[in-house]
């Protein structure tokens, strides 16, 4: 099968159907999207079970919300990266994947600019970003690049944030189907370490790692730890 869109897709999605088909050819991938509320969605290999898809402006809609209400500052991930009143870090945020961790930043008053590189979750990113008009979204870059070139050229960032898709993990962040359907088709960050030592080259404050709680460290040196129930924020300090 490879890959297969539906009929009446939007036509901005037509110059990127050529590099994704030959990629899913090659890696004998097989990938089915539909169009649900102006946008692309990535079908699921189980009959009714809802596709994945990237809810953008809904998403961030939640998130502002919430921070009416409960101070952004007691949040882990806010604290890992920096973020006290007054100070709003531009965020490199290497592993795009579904943009949780984007949205939220975005949301915190972060400026960030996001990452990936796997055509099929790319797809989803533009498709869904095509399809949103969020305020924040004026503090939001995409680049469709992977974070090994990227961080060869790229000017430092003030705070770096990494969330491999790892083999000792259990899980990332987020709904355990949808992390189902990205092992399947996405596969593991084998060159996670790799790529966390590059980012200590372009940080110019911290790199946050994102780790499962109880798994180990990525990389070695001393990090600052913020720790929720199911997931871990370690914080290396740059001290240029």
Known sequence: MGLLLPDLSPDFF?????????????????????????????????????????????????????????????????????????????????????????LLMLAMGAQVTTLERHPVVRFLIESALHNSSHPLLANFQFVANDAASFLETCSPYDVIFFDPMFEDANHKAGPKKEMRIFREVVGSDLDAMEIAEKAQTRALKRLVIKRPRLSQTLINGECLQYQGKSTRYDVYLMFK
């Open 14 to 102: 037509l110059p990127a159907t050529t590099g994704l088909t030959d990629f899913c050819l090659q890696n004998q991938l097989d990938v089915e999207f539909e169009a649900l509320n102006g946008q692309l969605w990535l079908k699921s290999n189980i009959p009714k079970e809802r596709p994945i898809g990237i809810e953008v402006d809904e998403t961030l809609n939640r998130h502002t919300q919430f921070f009416k209400k409960s101070s952004v500052y007691k949040d882990n991930l806010a604290r890992a990266l920096g973020i006290k009143p007054g100070v709003r870090p531009h965020v490199l945020d290497l592993t795009g994947g579904l943009l949780g961790d984007t």
